[in-house]
């Protein structure tokens, strides 16, 4: 996308997702994408996969057309105190901080930005990405933010107040689906498999169900009565489920998991 340059704030998980995707679906050439972490040696593995630069911060916002900040909701505070005065008016600043607003970012810099507030989740790793956005009115090239994270899955937009929620469902959701197979991976284990094979069962039976989830036409409540027939096994187990308000329990989790998002949103 001709001279645009973005700079990177933060190569951790997410952020070296991200960059990895831009890098191999050719969005931008690595060399208009600068990389900065606290960590300099995150910042130096990034750049030894991606050929991308490792800038000073500093450096990074004299050039920087866009601005993606991936640093964890509570170094925020902190560091906009250190870089507000070097953001350059216009500057699209691009959040995937959990929990931290639109109207925060903008305050926090003491400039009226463009900012685009994205949520992304751990599925970015292998290109699977679920990932919302939320704009503010100034933001300029939707379609190159959209292609960023296009470039780790898929992509939907979202008005901000539904945010919170997306960080409780999308963001937190890959860890609830690791918390089941835990769980059934420790009951393979207590029935006598062992670590290896345990692992095996649970893994691909939970990969080849999320297969037919994405390409069946079917909701994923029909698609639970194609494996539960009546008097069988599978309804024995969901006995126990609905028994144990499993259901009620799982909606409750989200919504302290959304709660969560706004305590952080508030500061």
């Known amino acids: 996308m001709g001279k645009v340059v973005l700079g990177v704030i933060g190569c951790g998980n997410m952020g070296s997702a991200i960059v990895k995707g831009i890098v191999d679906k050719h969005i931008l050439s690595p060399k208009n994408i600068c990389l900065n972490d606290k960590c300099a040696e995150k910042a130096r593995s990034l750049s030894k996969k991606t050929a991308c630069p490792v800038k000073n911060v500093f450096e990074m916002l004299k050039e920087a057309d866009f601005l993606l900040i991936a640093i964890k909701p509570q170094e925020f505070s902190t560091f906009s105190k250190e870089i507000s005065n070097a953001v350059r008016p216009g500057t699209t600043v691009i959040s995937i901080m959990a929990g931290v607003s639109i109207n925060t970012i903008v305050q926090k810099f003491g400039k009226k930005l463009p900012v685009a507030r994205v949520m992304p989740n751990l599925g970015a790793i292998v290109s699977e990405s679920m990932t919302c956005i939320s704009y503010n009115g100034k933001v ?3 379609s190159f933010i959209k292609n960023i994270f296009g470039s780790i899955g898929k992509v939907i937009e979202v008005k ?3 945010m919170d929620a997306v960080t409780a469902l999308a963001g937190s959701g890959p860890a609830y689906l690791f918390y089941l197979a835990d769980s059934m991976i420790e009951a393979a284990r207590e029935h006598g498999f062992d670590k ?3 692992d095996e069962l649970v893994i691909q039976t939970l990969y080849g169900a999320s297969v037919i989830l994405r390409h069946t036409a ?3 409540g029909s698609l639970i009565h194609k494996v539960a027939s009546k ?3 599978t309804e024995e187990a969901l006995k126990v489920f609905n028994e144990g308000g499993k ?3 799982i909606k409750k989790a989200i919504h302290q998991a959304k709660k ?3 305590e952080l949103s508030r500061g």
């Open 247 to 249: 259901r009620a329990l």
């Open 231 to 233: 008097g069988g096994t």
């Open 160 to 162: 901000e107040n539904k």
């Open 260 to 262: 969560r998002s706004k």
């Open 140 to 142: 300029p090239r939707k």
């Open 218 to 220: 079917h909701r994923a």
């Open 196 to 198: 290896k094979a345990s």
